[in-house]
């Protein structure tokens, strides 16, 4: 009998992560940063010899590099990520965290030139190291990395930093392609496509602009791309959002993608919080939130996650997702823009991912990786998920910042 209880008891504490793993709030995230941190963010390495190079003088001709970790990328992903290490030291008063998003900014600033010089036009310029620095063809290229340059330019105001800043306006307000109703859109890679990425992709610059430049013209502007991107994707059936809407076709995609929706939410937390409270679309924007939050609310799991594909149950549990309604539901009720009845929602949704989704050694599990649109469920249903995948970092920290701030005010 007691060898069967103790047989039991060894089985329940090794299969039962969430009771394996008590740690705090505080203790999760810097998990997650400390490895993030351990990571080289200021490395090339070449692609054929191996060798390591600090900067691009050390890199001897005709050796092509990369970069060494993808967090060095200038990928939209990297911005989000400096934007949240930068949120995280100020939360926990940690300069560390702040330096890791100023020596990312810096470190491309100061190598750009030599990839654009030595660029051949023989791949994408996404696919050659920081060519979205130069380029600015899609939102993609300059909206959230653009953000966090802003972030970064108000901790050190350097002329080459204002610089890009101004192109980057100048490219989202007066460049890139619109719908005749003043949407952005997409020209790759289908033309005239609205995507629900572009809440974000968009607005996350504009939003930091507006409080850059105490122009209300950014909040605006901001603001009527989410109302916009609520008329075209919203589905009042599901009380989701598509991915996608084709304009040639004048229907929307297939997929009601789990991150697709999550940049919704987390375009307008940052907007309703960024923008004037006297702002007259502000409590409009606050009801398009309580909205959204309502909606997926009925397609959470029992494990307190979301589906990579918010209405096929069948589709694996994804990180991001679960990590980005955290994070706009959270924040919703820290600043009291919504009734705080709502806190069971993320509570159940953070517990999951703090006890399951942060491994000991600081990475974060179950992220989807980098995804277009398309008009077939398989492909949402196959993407795969990477391991410590870089779509997911800035989010998991995003949103263990609003639960610390939540759990706080509750003591």
Known sequence: MKKNLMLACLFFIFLSPIFAQQITDEEAIRKIAENILAQPVTQFVGVDNGVIYNSTEEIPDGVEVKFRSPLAEWHYSNGVLDMAMIRLGKYLNEQKYIDYAKNHVAFGFKNYEYFKNTFKNDRK?????????????EL????????AVIEVYQLEKKKEYQNYIDKAADHIMNKQDR???????????????????????????LTRMGKLTDDINYFDESARQL?????????????????????????????????????????LADLIEAMPENHPKRKGLIQLLEKQIVGTSRWQN????????LDKSDSYDESSITAMYVYGIAKAINNNWIDPCYASIAKAAWRTLKNNEITSDGRFTNVCVGTGISDDLPFYFNRPVGDNEKHGLGLIINAGIEMMKLNQSKK
């Open 125 to 137: 310029h996404w696919h050659w190291p920081f060519g979205q620095l130069w380029n600015m063809k």
């Open 140 to 147: 993609d290229d300059c909206g959230a990395m653009g953000a």
């Open 179 to 205: 719908l005749p109703d003043g949407t952005l859109c997409r020209t790759f890679p289908r033309k005239m496509t609205v995507w629900a990425d572009d809440a974000y992709m968009g607005t996350s610059f």
């Open 227 to 267: 109302f916009n991107i609520d008329n075209y994707l919203w589905c009042p059936e599901k009380q989701l959002y598509y991915h996608c809407y084709y304009t040639d076709f004048e229907r929307n995609g297939v997929a009601f993608w789990g991150r697709a929706n999550g940049w919704i939410i987390v375009s």
């Open 302 to 309: 029992a494990n307190g996650m979301w589906n990579q594909l």
